[in-house]
């Protein structure tokens, strides 16, 4: 494992969509990473979860991850935030956290 100097955080929002119509009508939003939460007779609820995108580069391959899960079991919190994601970014910035990633992808913080 090979330790990361420079990381690119970005905090996605979740996000929810109601649509009326069919289900052609909500396949360009089941691409974009929505799922359905609710449907009933062409009533549908979209949902897409918050997400922590990190970009990782070394010599090897430079990767981008969702580390929510990882942030959250980090800092024992249950669900992602914007305060959250900016002090995970600052924490990386002054090296309080450490960002791994291996020739293969596999990455791990500490």
């Known amino acids: 494992m090979k330790k990361i100097t420079n990381a690119f955080v970005a905090y996605e929002p979740s996000d929810s969509i109601e649509i009326q119509g069919k289900r052609s009508d909500i396949e360009k939003y089941l691409n974009k990473g929505y799922y359905i939460k ?7 609820v979209l949902v897409k979860p918050a997400q922590l ?38 924490d990386v910035a002054n090296g309080t956290i450490s960002l791994y990633m291996d020739e293969e992808g596999y990455h791990s913080l500490k």
């Open 53 to 90: 995108n990190v970009t990782l580069s070394n010599s090897f391959c430079t990767r981008t991850f969702n580390m929510k899960t990882d942030v959250c079991m980090y800092y024992g919190k249950i669900r992602i935030s914007q305060t959250l994601a900016d002090k995970f970014r600052k």
């Open 38 to 44: 609710e449907n009933r007779n062409g009533y549908w």
